[in-house]
């Protein structure tokens, strides 16, 4: 059995006060492993600082309103020291009433003009991001070998395509805010420096205390995010199983189970959720709060601070406003902590120093003249698994037809997957008319190519779109002369939609033998150099069979053919054949040899162990 692997069981171990710093140390490496434009942090931060600025300048000629208006104005300017400093010049600057609304006006428009470029921009890198993520991890999916994908479970790598990746425009914009309210911070700091130090001491304490409160829910935020990630991934594989096993579910009166199964991880779903909206909850009263209090201390020591009704004032104003960047802050510190498991997820999927990948080769291979050999290929699926291959040799004369003859589990299957390339193997080689089967360019050797097999990989699509998957450039015509030559369009052609039927879930809207014939219908469109029939003709009647065999015999004169089969006749009609018995090769030569080697009766030999 292959071992499942977890994505994201490394983010799950964190513990502690370090969760905030792993998590921005996660998406920092995820985001050096997507790309992102260098420009694009700085100009945030700057148009971040800006709007911060535009804001409290705003703040201080509104403050130089109040005082005017209430009669302060010289109390103000003499005592709030820089601050007063500041004042003075406002104040000779923008005499008059209507000049100060007019500045307040200006000052508001600008921040609200720099906040919304600054939104603007940031949607659409986060959404590149995002873009860029996907795109990498579809292309991983493709590129990466075939064995490392199936380590995991169809509904995880469904989740890190579909969910995850779409995360990282939302712990971007977290992390760019973070930078633009500890900017927002620091000016509002300045501000109030320049207005009392002593209060600002007594802010700059208070703030400490509230985010360290704060900064208690970061473990809370980690285990929220594992545990909806394991809920999320439970939900889809559910919903897989649904969708994907619908017939079976109903043909076995299954459905009350699978309906409380989903309905038990459906209600998970929601308590995560809630514990999510929860967690938000808690940020906003806690730094009311803690700044409420703040302020009373400020106030109840006005003596020590020395701080008259102007300096009060403006103390207030500040600190009210500096507050919802604080708990933005630690919002957003939450947020990225909340997604960490996805992004540790995330990132060990785009990951490529612990993955392998097929090589692309670069011999040129033009056409097969001589004989495709396995030279004491060994293969095992797993390090722990037992080994398929065992040191086996033979070879596949080229021009001719090759049975490949054994019983289930005896390692055909595992000799197709190598000659397509989807394994390299653990010992040994795979030599293609003198070379090395890694070293030819691997696109180049797949087109000579084509399959059909008795578990025909069909794509969720229509009829055409299955049959084109062997050429995609194939016009209609050569896809229906192909459909017909395989028997599909007998089947087909009188349903409404034709070949612009929908197959369904692997086919499932098709019987087992229309299945394969849309698989044969796909190789004969490929019309390849080497063509590999794994038991793809077992579902046939006989009469279909020998019409299809006909047809592929004409077609495939004087090229290479594989076929694996149980049926005697079709071996005795092979040029060639090999017996493989538990990974290790009983016999090769023509079939009447390897026949009589095997001392296999037809009665015997025609049982479906052999397939």
């Given at each position: 059995m292959v071992k499942r692997t977890d994505l994201g069981a490394g983010g799950a171990q964190l513990k502690g006060k370090g969760a905030a710093r792993v998590a921005l140390a996660d998406l920092n490496r995820l985001l050096a492993t997507v790309g992102k434009p260098a420009w694009t942090t700085p100009v945030l931060v700057l148009l971040g600082f800006f709007s911060s600025l535009a804001e409290t300048l705003g703040i201080t000629l509104v403050l130089l309103f109040v005082y005017s208006a209430s009669g302060h104005m010289e109390e103000s300017i003499a005592g709030s020291g820089i601050f007063g400093v500041l004042l003075n010049r406002y104040a000779t600057s923008f005499n008059g009433s209507l000049v100060l609304a007019g500045a307040i006006l200006v000052a508001i428009i600008a921040r609200a003009g720099l906040s919304l470029l600054y939104n603007l921009i940031s949607s659409r890198i986060g959404e590149t991001i995002s873009e860029r993520a996907?795109?990498?991890?579809?292309?991983?999916?493709?590129?990466?070998?075939f064995g490392y994908l199936q380590r995991f479970e169809q509904a995880q790598?469904?989740?890190?395509l579909g969910t995850e990746s779409y995360l990282v425009a939302s712990a971007y914009h977290s992390f760019t805010r973070l930078v633009i309210n500890g900017s927002s911070v620091i000016v509002f700091a300045v501000f109030l420096l320049a207005l009392s130090w002593k209060i600002t001491l007594i802010a700059v304490v208070g703030s400490v205390v509230i985010a360290f409160g704060l900064r208690q829910f970061s473990d809370w935020a980690r285990e929220l995010g594992a545990r909806s990630r394991v809920v999320t991934k439970a939900l889809s594989e559910q919903m897989l199983v649904t969708v994907q096993g619908m017939r079976t579910i109903r043909a076995y009166g299954q459905e009350e189970i699978h309906q409380q199964r989903f309905a038990n991880l459906s209600s998970n779903a929601r308590e995560t959720s809630l514990g999510s909206a929860r967690l938000s909850s808690w940020i906003e009263p806690i730094t009311e709060v803690g700044y409420l209090g703040m302020l009373c201390v400020i106030i109840a020591g006005a003596d020590w601070t020395n701080t008259g009704f102007a300096v009060t004032i403006g103390a207030v104003a500040l600190l009210y406003r500096l507050q919802p960047h604080v708990r933005e802050f630690e919002s957003n510190l939450l947020n990225i902590v909340h997604l960490q498991p996805q992004l540790r997820s995330l990132w060990t999927m785009l990951d490529r120093g612990?993955?392998?990948?097929?090589?692309?080769?670069?011999?040129a291979l033009q056409g097969l003249e001589k004989d495709i050999e396995f030279r004491d290929v060994s293969f095992r699926y797993q390090l722990d698994s037992p080994q398929v291959l065992n040191g086996v040799s033979f070879h596949i004369p080229v021009g001719k037809t090759t049975a490949l003859i054994g019983a289930s589990g005896a390692g055909k299957t595992t000799i197709v997957n190598l000659l397509l390339r989807l394994y390299e193997p653990d010992a040994g080689e795979i030599v293609v008319d003198g070379e090395r089967l890694n070293e030819l360019q691997r696109v180049e050797w797949l087109s000579m190519l084509a399959i059909a097999g008795q578990d025909v990989d069909l794509i969720e699509g229509t009829v055409l779109d299955n049959i084109r998957m062997a050429d995609s450039k194939a016009s209609i015509e050569e896809v229906i002369a192909a459909a017909r030559g395989a028997g599909v369009a007998e089947?087909?052609?009188?349903l409404p939609e034709s070949y612009d039927t929908w197959v369904g879930y692997e086919g499932l809207n098709?019987?087992?033998?229309?299945?394969?014939?849309?698989?044969?219908?796909?190789?004969?469109?490929?019309n390849p150099k080497f063509l590999i029939l794994d038991e793809a003709m077992s579902a046939l009647d006989l009469g279909l069979e020998n019409r299809i065999r006909h047809l592929i015999g004409s077609r495939m004169e004087g090229r290479t053919m594989l076929i694996i089969t149980h049926r005697l006749e079709t071996i005795k009609t092979a040029d060639h054949a090999i017996w493989i018995e538990n990974g290790r090769v009983k016999g090769e030569g023509s079939p009447e040899r390897v026949l009589a080697e095997a001392k296999v009766e037809l009665e015997t030999f025609d049982r479906e162990e052999y397939c």
């Open positions: 996907r795109n990498r991890v579809h292309q991983q999916y493709l590129s990466v070998s790598l469904l989740e890190v612990d993955k392998r990948y097929p090589a692309k080769g670069h011999i089947f087909v052609e009188p098709f019987s087992g033998g229309q299945r394969q014939r849309i698989g044969l219908a796909r190789a004969i469109l490929r």
